[in-house]
């Protein structure tokens, strides 16, 4: 199976900046798409952004296009979420998710990372 660990949520005002991490282990990193999400008490969980490992493609969504910027590190097997910019609306927990290229469904979820923008 694949694990996942997201990191690097935390408190932030708005039009501040952070970064998230999510490290993947368990499996060949390389056959994977992993997407962040963001869910918010009573919400369904938000599509944010998404990346292959494979062609390095991305997704974002419009309301966080141009913000946010995915990466990917190889090399060390983690995905970065850099969010910036960031506003109240930003406020929910991120999760990271990992599915295989040819999966429609996420399998795999790592817990989520607080992210608070005060204004």
């Known amino acids: 199976d694949v694990q996942l660990q997201a990191s690097g949520g935390g408190s932030v005002q708005v039009g501040g900046s952070l970064k998230l991490s999510c490290a993947v282990s368990g499996h060949s990193f390389d056959e994977y798409i992993i997407g962040w999400f963001r869910q918010t008490p009573g919400n369904e969980r938000e599509g944010v952004s998404a990346?292959?490992?494979?062609?390095?493609?991305?997704y974002y969504a419009a309301s966080v296009k141009g913000r946010f910027t995915i990466s990917i590190d190889n090399a060390q097997d983690t995905v970065y979420l850099q969010m910036n910019s960031l506003q109240p609306e930003d406020t929910a927990v991120y999760y990271c998710?990992?599915?295989?290229?040819?999966?429609?469904?996420?399998?795999?979820w790592g817990q989520g990372t607080l992210v608070t923008v005060s204004s």
């Open positions: 998710a990992a599915r295989g290229t040819r999966r429609s469904r996420y399998e795999y």
């Open positions: 990346i292959s490992a494979v062609d390095d493609s991305t």
